[in-house]
Structures are given as structure tokens and as C-alpha cells.
């Protein structure tokens, strides 16, 4: 089966200009997630879909962060403005259920905020 | 809330020699158990899982975990380690109930030596 597909790989913004992040899941999966991982760090986690709905958004700083997953299957996370600690791999990963299946994480996007 | 403690950022060892990863976590409630391997410039790998049963677990490319809940650990094994095992390793826990969300470590960089 395809895996999950993130786009773009790389991206290189100033501080104060948005950006936009594209994660097509795997088909069938109904849970979608978006991670921020900066480096050296693990992964935390931003924003949970469940479907088109939002389940867990607690930790999305919703001043500047925003997410939203269209029909349930893509999903586009957003910044704006960025600042320079926003520099991170954005990974999205998607289940077809709970924990018990197991996530399936993207590639990622490095995102360089300068 | 669940956390994960990873005690070693680095773990440097020699080709063929044994190596653990040790991980340690707090929960209040029961939980899930997990290893993912990242290797440069890619997403996250699931290595293995512990969600119930026989606490010895088995993984691919030859890893294994024992869940230990008296000390609240989940440490990583594997007996003869290989070039291609090179890669960042994280520990992640998550609840069995509500969002089910996983809470990772910081991540143990292994680096095999020839």
C-alpha cells in the first residue's frame, strides 16, 4: 500500500511569513495526526483528527497554528505568521483506528525559519 | 498525563556487540508501549509494541523490548547489532483510554562502530 505522502520535503521561510504543510494519508485511515519535531527533541504531538473532526488540538498554538483535514482524508497545516522557533520537522502520520493498528508516519517537511 | 524518560541521548557500540536501550515512563493508568526507529532525513519506523500479554517482546530486524511494570520501563535489546542499525531510536507511551495519543521520548542516537 502507498505510504503517507508529505509535501514539500524542504522549505526555507523569513520570520513572520506563513506557510503551509500537505499530508495526504494513507487511504482508509481515519485518524490523521500533525507532530512537530525539533531537533534534537522527540516528537510532540500538535493536532489529532478523527475523520474531519478534531479529537486532540491541546498542545496546537492556535495563535499562529491552524489545521484542517477537508472531507476527512488530506489534511494542510498552517503558520502564520512563522518565528525563528518554529523551525522543526513537521511529521503527519495516520491509523486506521486505535493505537492497537499502529501509526504510519510521513517522510516529514523541515522547515527552516530565518 | 504520560511521560517518557529515554536515559541515554547517545549509545555509541561496536559492530556485532549486544546493545539495550533503556526507557522509562510514568503513567497513572494502564498503557501502551512502543519503539520507533528514525533513520537521517525519513519518519518514523515502528520497531515493536507492547499492548497486552506476554511481556517479552519481538520486533523486526531482530530487536525485542521486556515491559518490566514494577519499574515502569520498556528497555530495547538486540544481541549482535549491525552498520544498519545506525539511526535514532525513540520510546513512546500512550494511555489505553480517551484520544490515545502517543507521548514519545527524546530519543537515543546508536551509533555502530566497525
Known amino acids: 500500500e502507498a505510504g503517507v505522502a508529505q509535501s514539500p520535503r524542504y522549505k526555507i521561510i523569513e520570520k513572520r511569513q506563513s506557510v503551509a504543510f500537505w499530508c495526504n494519508p494513507i487511504?482508509?485511515?481515519?485518524?490523521l495526526y500533525w507532530y512537530q519535531q525539533i531537533l534534537g527533541q522527540g516528537p510532540k504531538l500538535l493536532i489529532q483528527f478523527q475523520n474531519n473532526g478534531v479529537v486532540d488540538d491541546s498542545q496546537l498554538p492556535k495563535d499562529r497554528f491552524s489545521a484542517e483535514r477537508l472531507k476527512g482524508v488530506d489534511s494542510t497545516l498552517k503558520i502564520q505568521p512563522a518565528k525563528l522557533e518554529d523551525s522543526a520537522v513537521y511529521l503527519c502520520a495516520s491509523s486506521p483506528g486505535g493505537l492497537n493498528y499502529g501509526y504510519t508516519f510521513g517522510s516529514g517537511t523541515r522547515l527552516t525559519v530565518v | 498525563a504520560q511521560s517518557v524518560t529515554q536515559l541515554d541521548s547517545q549509545v555509541p557500540v561496536f559492530e556485532e556487540a549486544p546493545v539495550e536501550l533503556r526507557c522509562n515512563y510514568s503513567?497513572?493508568?494502564?498503557?501502551?508501549l512502543f519503539w520507533y526507529v528514525q533513520y537521517p532525513n525519513q519518519g518514523l519506523q515502528l520497531l515493536l509494541k507492547y499492548l497486552s500479554g506476554s511481556t517479552l517482546v519481538k520486533g523486526i530486524n531482530g530487536f525485542e523490548a521486556e515491559f518490566n511494570k514494577s519499574q515502569t520501563s520498556f528497555h530495547l535489546r538486540k544481541p549482535s547489532v549491525h552498520i544498519s542499525d545506525t539511526a535514532e531510536y525513540f520510546c513512546?507511551?500512550?494511555?489505553?483510554?480517551?484520544?490515545?495519543?502517543?507521548?514519545f521520548g527524546q530519543g537515543t542516537r546508536l551509533t555502530i562502530n566497525p
Open positions: 513512546a507511551v500512550s494511555d489505553h483510554q480517551g484520544a490515545q495519543k502517543l507521548v
Open positions: 487511504s482508509g485511515h481515519a485518524t
Open positions: 503513567s497513572s493508568v494502564s498503557v501502551y
